[in-house]
C-alpha cells in the first residue's frame, strides 16, 4: 500500500535552512505528482509547493515562492522540499501527499522557527 514517511523537521531560527525528505513507496513514484503541504497550529491545510512525476515542472505558493525548493529523486523514490530563510510563519507540520494537495499524506514533520 502507499505509503509516505516524511522526515526532517526541527527547531530552527529566523533565517535558518531545512531539508525535508519523503520516502515514497508502494506505487509507482515517478508516474506520481507529489506535493507538499503545511498545517500550522489552529489553521487549514496550505499546499506548499508541488512537482510533476518526471521532476520537469514545478509550482510555488507565493508565501514560499523564492525561499523553497521542491525536487525529487525518482531513482531513490524521494521527495524533498529546500526551504532557506525560514520565517515566523512557516512553523507548521509539513506533509507530503501523492497526487494532489489532498492526496494521501504521511504522518508529517515538525517544522519550529522561533528565535
Known amino acids: 500500500q502507499v505509503q509516505l514517511v516524511e522526515s526532517g523537521g526541527g527547531l530552527v531560527q529566523p533565517g535558518g535552512s531545512l531539508r525535508l525528505s519523503c520516502e515514497a513507496s508502494?506505487?509507482?513514484?515517478?508516474?506520481?505528482?507529489m506535493n507538499w503541504v503545511r498545517q500550522a497550529p489552529g489553521k487549514g491545510l496550505e499546499w506548499v509547493a508541488g512537482?510533476?512525476?518526471?521532476?520537469?515542472?514545478?509550482k510555488y505558493a507565493d508565501s514560499v515562492r523564492g525561499r523553497f525548493i521542491i525536487y525529487r529523486d525518482n531513482g531513490e523514490k524521494t521527495l524533498y522540499l529546500r526551504m532557506h530563510n525560514l520565517k515566523f510563519e512557516d512553523t507548521a507540520v509539513y506533509y507530503c501527499?501523492?497526487?494532489?494537495?489532498?492526496?494521501?499524506r504521511g504522518q508529517g514533520t515538525q517544522v519550529t522557527v522561533s528565535s
Open positions: 501527499s501523492k497526487d494532489t494537495a489532498r492526496g494521501q
Open positions: 508502494g506505487f509507482s513514484f515517478s508516474n506520481a505528482a
Open positions: 512537482i510533476t512525476g518526471d521532476g520537469g515542472s514545478v
